[in-house]
């Protein structure tokens, strides 16, 4: 049990980080509204069509596409650290990991959904 108290302290000290700084900008926040700073904007002009237009679906598989590799990346740290005590056996079965990896990455990038037309 003692192993996981560091991770319990940043648990910790991030939830009361965030809540300080949650209460300071909403104490120290200067509420003076005009015109100006209520109206719409688009790069300084004026909107020149509706701003509740659906966004293509490239944006969102771009998304998830990297929402998966990031994902992926993470089961790297824990295998990394725990590399020696797993031998042969684990390096294997990371390789076969990382080659799964590599081949769905070439597949999205020969189907084309990592380009941007």
């Not at 688009?42 to 598989?61: A, I, M, N, S």
């Not at 590599?102 to 037309?117: H, Q, R």
């Amino acid at each position: 049990m003692t192993d996981y108290l560091p991770v319990l302290f940043a648990v910790v000290f991030g939830m009361l980080l965030a809540t300080v700084l949650l209460l300071l900008s909403t104490i120290g926040v200067i509420r003076d509204y005009d015109v100006e700073k209520l109206s719409p904007y688009e790069c300084g002009f004026e909107p020149f069509e509706d701003t509740r237009k659906q966004f293509e679906v490239r944006f969102y598989l771009i998304a998830i596409l990297f929402i998966i590799f990031d994902l992926e990346v993470v089961f790297l740290f824990p295998w990394a650290v725990s590399l020696g005590s797993l031998g042969l056996q684990g390096l294997l079965v990371m390789y076969f990991f990382l080659l799964v990896l590599t081949i769905g990455f070439i597949y999205e990038w020969m189907s084309g959904a990592l380009d941007w037309e």
